[in-house]
């Protein structure tokens, strides 16, 4: 077989002839390659660029449910979505050191991608928001999910015009506060604006803002979910978190919860159940632990009796 027709052999493997259509030019043969559609008589172009209809993972294995992409997934935590090159440091791809000179070159590339990474003002605030979403969200130990929904929760209120009055710091705390009331998280206002860098006040107006305006679903917070977080600080059996987790219980079943501290209120289950097993337990240590007064404690401790649970 001569060169030339090896040749032909190997490109028109790529070459598809298509019999239904015709050229609509001089009604002469259409041919389909990799790149376009073309008639072979008068070489009019029909198609260029075709569209790839097929899935865009890959299966290795030929199982549809092993499923690869390449790079990494899309997260709701970065101003970009997660879709920035970041550039080394130090060594390459394969862990070899990098010369002076190519260390001097990736710092000057790192510094021009450091200036031109924020296209707008409102993209850089968004980026300064969401790290403070995160750092707070760490600071409670917050599982990503939640993390995520604060994060969403703080776009929202970005694109929704609310930063007017608000500084970026009290936006960011009252998202996170917005996205475990969402979830009947037992974290309170006060264990937000701990870690936060701005004043309780501004955090409160910040979330009163954002549920007014967003509409949150927030949910009630119960006074059994604290009740594992005061006995492990009180160093509390088990056996006396239960009961105590019961009486909490008992009490948001009879409605005797509504609009009461949730901590101090917990506080006083742990209190009451530790005195029924015949525990000594210090009014102000309970109190302490849960950073309300003794006479909360007293109070809702005669509230408890007063169920008679």
């Known amino acids: ?3 030339s027709e090896i040749y032909e052999k190997a490109f028109d493997e790529d070459v598809q002839n298509d019999a239904t259509n015709r050229c609509p030019e001089c009604d002469g043969r259409v041919v389909t390659n990799v790149t376009e559609t073309v008639c072979e008589e008068c070489g009019l172009v029909l198609e260029d660029e075709r569209i790839d209809h097929g899935p865009e993972w890959r299966s290795f294995s030929d199982d549809e449910q092993n499923r690869a992409r390449t790079g990494a997934p899309l997260t709701a935590a970065r101003h970009d979505r997660g879709l920035s090159t970041e550039i080394g440091r130090g060594t390459d791809a394969n862990g070899n050191d990098l010369s002076r000179r190519k260390r001097r070159q990736l710092g000057r590339l ?4 450091s200036r031109g990474r924020f296209q707008s003002k409102a993209e850089r605030n968004l980026a300064h ?3 403070e979403v995160r750092r707070i969200s760490s600071a409670l130990d917050l599982g990503e999910t939640i993390r995520d ?3 969403r929760l703080f776009r929202s209120a970005q694109n929704e015009d609310l930063f007017r009055g608000q500084s970026i710091e009290a936006m960011a705390a009252a998202s996170v506060h917005g996205a475990c009331r969402c979830n ?3 974290r309170t206002f006060d264990n937000v604006v701990e870690p936060a860098r701005v004043e309780q006040a501004r955090v409160r107006t910040a979330y009163q803002t954002l549920n007014t305006e967003l509409g949150l679903p927030a949910q009630p917070v119960r006074p059994s979910g604290f009740i594992p977080q005061l006995a492990s600080e009180l160093d509390i059996p088990d056996r006396i978190r239960n009961r105590a987790r019961q009486l909490a219980e008992q009490a948001e079943s009879a409605g005797a919860v509504s609009g009461v501290n949730p901590t101090g209120f917990a506080a006083a289950c742990l209190y009451k159940a530790g005195c029924d ?4 337990m210090v009014q102000s240590d309970v109190a302490r632990a849960a950073n309300v007064s003794t006479v909360t404690i007293r109070t809702h401790r005669d509230t408890l009796n007063e169920l008679g649970v």
């Open 1 to 3: 077989m001569a060169t």
């Open 110 to 113: 790192r510094r021009e991608q």
């Open 184 to 186: 009947g998280l037992s």
């Open 149 to 151: 929904q604060a994060c």
């Open 277 to 280: 097993a015949g525990r000594l």
């Open 129 to 131: 928001g969401l790290s």
